[in-house]
């Protein structure tokens, strides 16, 4: 079987160094640690530290051993955390889909009217 090289050398130099195709495969699993390691984390924006708590606080709600007044005090905490979500801008979609998720309940409500801060939201994101 012939052996497929080839080379990492400009026209004009020396062939090379020569890389074969195993070479180029072996190599990638150390290139792809590498760039993993060299990519910073990112932090998670404000509305989606606020939105996995309302995620927490709806999943308390839907537990099916809540008593009434339980089930009230989770209601009213949803309540709240998306009045701070509709306090802070998305900077993303991530964030605007995070934002209309907890208006919604994940689509178990209707959505806002044209005139809601949420709708002029979504219009600013799709001007930018």
């Not at 309302?54 to 998306?82: C, F, G, Q």
């Not at 806002?112 to 709708?119: E, Y």
Request: charged share 25%.
């Amino acid at each position: 079987m012939p052996r497929t090289c080839v080379s990492a050398a400009t026209p004009g130099l020396p062939d090379e160094p020569r890389l074969s195709r195993r070479s180029l495969l072996t190599a990638l699993p150390a290139v792809g640690t590498s760039l993993a390691i060299a990519m910073p984390e990112q932090k998670p924006s404000d509305v989606m530290l606020r939105f996995a708590a309302w995620k927490e606080a709806r999943r308390y709600a839907s537990r099916p051993d809540l008593s009434e007044e339980e089930l009230n005090l989770a209601v009213d905490r949803m309540t709240e955390i998306e009045k701070e979500l509709d306090r802070l801008p998305s900077t993303s979609a991530q964030d605007f889909a995070a934002k209309l998720a907890a208006y919604t309940s994940f689509g178990d409500f209707d959505l806002p009217g044209p005139s809601h801060a949420l709708m002029g939201e979504m219009r600013r994101l799709l001007d930018s």
